[in-house]
């Protein structure tokens, strides 16, 4: 299947992800806890059966990977689609419209594709490997900001933060210090795809999953920005943390992760 059509595959997939929950959107939801932050609601086991029908019926041949629902479908080795269904959940839980669906397709260990969708406001981050990151139809690209101090960076909190914070709350304190500003969203996949468009310079954060990253990142490498681990390693959809930058102030972000400061 070639770039094109699993792109076009990928987004029929993401807009009945984005059916399902807008049609749940600001309604009251049965939320269970998956951990004691950690929220899961109807509308993300719904908009991950809408997508999941649509890519194992588009292609039997792949294996999926999806948050809710584990690993299904096809051989890994014909190619993956990686799925978070609702990212964002806890702002979706709180009608805060700040989520999206983010599909990914994987194959030989690359990211091929990458697809972030956020139907309350409208907007689609696109990219497909070499061929550039798009918001809806336009070309998007990274900062060109060169100074920590004045760059605008993005975090999130892991799940488990009640037992680790003071760690996580030190880093913190750092960027705070050497930053313009710091934004906590709330959607990984959101994070990343705001740095690939310049809204935001940097951005970090730990205790992630492959489907909060895997479309994500991909689109910042396509917008020319920069994805690694917190020792400069690229990046790889298993890591559990991850450091995207617009390139410019990525080493200066590293070190200030460096844990022997
Ligand atoms: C979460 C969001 C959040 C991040 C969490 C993720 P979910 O995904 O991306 O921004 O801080 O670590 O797990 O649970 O809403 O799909
Ligand atoms: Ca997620
Ligand atoms: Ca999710």
Redesign the pocket.
């Given at each position: 299947m070639d770039l094109e059509t699993l792109r076009i595959v990928g987004f029929k997939a993401a807009q009945a992800g984005a059916k399902a929950l807008m049609e749940r959107f600001g309604k009251f939801h049965t939320v269970r806890k998956k951990g004691v932050i950690?929220?899961?609601t109807e509308a993300?086991m719904r908009a991950e059966q809408a997508i999941v029908e649509v890519l194992a019926a588009a292609c039997p041949e792949h294996a999926i990977l999806a948050?809710e629902s584990g690993r299904q479908g096809g051989d890994p080795a014909a190619g993956q689609w990686v799925i978070?269904p609702?990212?964002?959940?806890?702002?979706?839980a709180h009608h805060l419209p700040v989520?999206a669906v983010s599909i990914a397709f994987r194959s030989e260990g690359r990211v091929l594709l990458g697809i972030v969708y956020n139907p309350a406001t409208g907007e689609r981050f696109t990219a497909v490997a070499g061929g550039g990151a798009f918001l809806n139809d336009t070309p998007i690209g990274v900062s060109q900001t060169a100074d920590l101090g004045e760059s605008l960076l993005a975090t999130?909190?892991?799940?488990d933060i009640r037992e680790r914070a003071e760690g996580v709350i030190t880093v913190f304190t750092r960027f705070l210090k050497h930053s313009q500003g710091i934004r906590?969203?709330?959607?990984?996949?959101l994070?990343l795809c705001y740095l690939a468009c310049g809204r935001f310079d940097g951005y970090w954060?730990l205790?992630?999953?492959p489907?909060?990253t895997a479309a994500g990142a991909l689109i910042v490498t396509e917008a020319g920005g920069r994805v690694t681990d917190f020792t400069g390693a690229p990046y790889r959809i298993e890591r559990d943390h991850i450091l995207a930058s617009n390139a410019c102030i990525h080493d200066a972000m590293l070190a200030l992760l460096s844990t022997d400061r």
């Open positions: 950690d929220l899961v993300d948050e978070d609702l990212d964002g959940t806890t702002n979706y989520f999130g909190f892991p799940y906590r969203l709330g959607s990984a996949a994070d954060e205790n992630l999953k489907w909060d």
